[in-house]
T-cell receptor, first 113, second 109 residues
Framework: GAGVSQSPSNKVTEKGKDVELRCDPI?????LYWYRQRLGQGLEFLIY????????KSGLPSDRFSAERTGESVSTLTIQRTQQEDSAVYLC???????????FGDGTRLSIL | QQQVKQSPQSLIVQKGGISIINCAYE??????FPWYQQFPGKGPALLIA???DVSEKKEGRFTISFNKSAKQFSLHIMDSQPGDSATYFC????????WGAGTKLIIKP
C-alpha cells in the first residue's frame, strides 16, 4: 500500500499478557517512529529507528517495552506483562529521512482488561 | 529547551470564523515546523509546514505565520468549517520532531 500500515487495528487483552504490534512503513522510508497516545492526550515518543543505526530508545517507559526493526522494513513493538496503564493508541510513523515530515498509520488501539 | 508549547488546549469557533493556534519554541536549531491534523480514530496527517527562511506560507484556507525573532509560529484557518473540527498538533525539528500537546478545535455550525 501507499501509506503506513499498522496491525492489528484493535487489540483487547488481559492484564499480564504479552502483546506484539506491527508496523509496515512506506517503502523507502529510512526513519521509523513509535508513539503512544492516551485518550485525549498528545503524542508520547517511544522509540526511533534510522536505517541500520542503533535505535533511540529514550522514550520507552519501562523494560517491559521493546521494539525491533529489520533493515528498513517492518517493525514490531512488544509489550510484555501488560498493565492497565498500557491502554492507549500506539501510533507508528515513517519518514524519508531524519527530521523530515512523518507519515502516520492509523494506530493500534490497545485495551488491557 | 527541547519543548514546544502549544496554546490553546481547546478552541471553539463559529463557522466562517478564523481559527488561530499558537506555538512557541526555545531551540534556535529547529529548522522545520509542521502542523498536523488528527481526526478521531485516525493517525495525525501533515497539514502544512514551513522552514524558518520564510515568514508565511499559505495553502488554501490554511496559513502558517512564522516569527523567527520571537520564536513563535501559528496556524490560521480562514473561513473555518465544521469539517475542520479536529485536533491540531504543531511540531519543530532539527533532526527529530518535538511535538506540541495539541489543540482540540471545534467549529460550530
Amino acid at each position: 500500500g501507499a501509506g503506513v500500515s499498522q496491525s492489528p487495528s484493535n487489540k483487547v487483552t488481559e492484564k499480564g499478557k504479552d502483546v506484539e504490534l506491527r508496523c509496515d512503513p512506506i517503502s523507502g522510508h529510512t526513519a521509523l517512529y513509535w508513539y503512544r497516545q492516551r485518550l485525549g492526550q498528545g503524542l508520547e515518543f517511544l522509540i526511533y529507528f534510522q536505517g541500520n543505526s542503533a535505535p533511540d530508545k529514550s522514550g520507552l517507559p519501562s523494560d517491559r517495552f521493546s521494539a525491533e526493526r529489520t533493515g528498513e522494513s517492518v517493525s514490531t513493538l512488544t509489550i510484555q506483562r501488560t498493565q492497565q496503564e498500557d491502554s492507549a493508541v500506539y501510533l507508528c510513523a515513517s519518514s524519508p529521512r531524519q527530521g523530515s515530515a512523518q507519515h502516520f498509520g492509523d494506530g493500534t488501539r490497545l485495551s488491557i482488561l | 529547551q527541547q519543548q514546544v508549547k502549544q496554546s490553546p488546549q481547546s478552541l471553539i469557533v463559529q463557522k466562517g470564523g478564523i481559527s488561530i493556534i499558537n506555538c512557541a519554541y526555545e531551540n534556535t536549531a529547529f529548522d522545520y515546523f509542521p502542523w498536523y491534523q488528527q481526526f478521531p480514530g485516525k493517525g495525525p496527517a501533515l497539514l502544512i509546514a514551513i522552514r524558518p527562511d520564510v515568514s508565511e506560507k499559505k495553502e488554501g484556507r490554511f496559513t502558517i505565520s512564522f516569527n523567527k525573532s520571537a520564536k513563535q509560529f501559528s496556524l490560521h484557518i480562514m473561513d473555518s468549517q465544521p469539517g475542520d473540527s479536529a485536533t491540531y498538533f504543531c511540531a519543530a525539528s532539527n533532526y527529530q520532531l518535538i511535538w506540541g500537546a495539541g489543540t482540540k478545535l471545534i467549529i460550530k455550525p
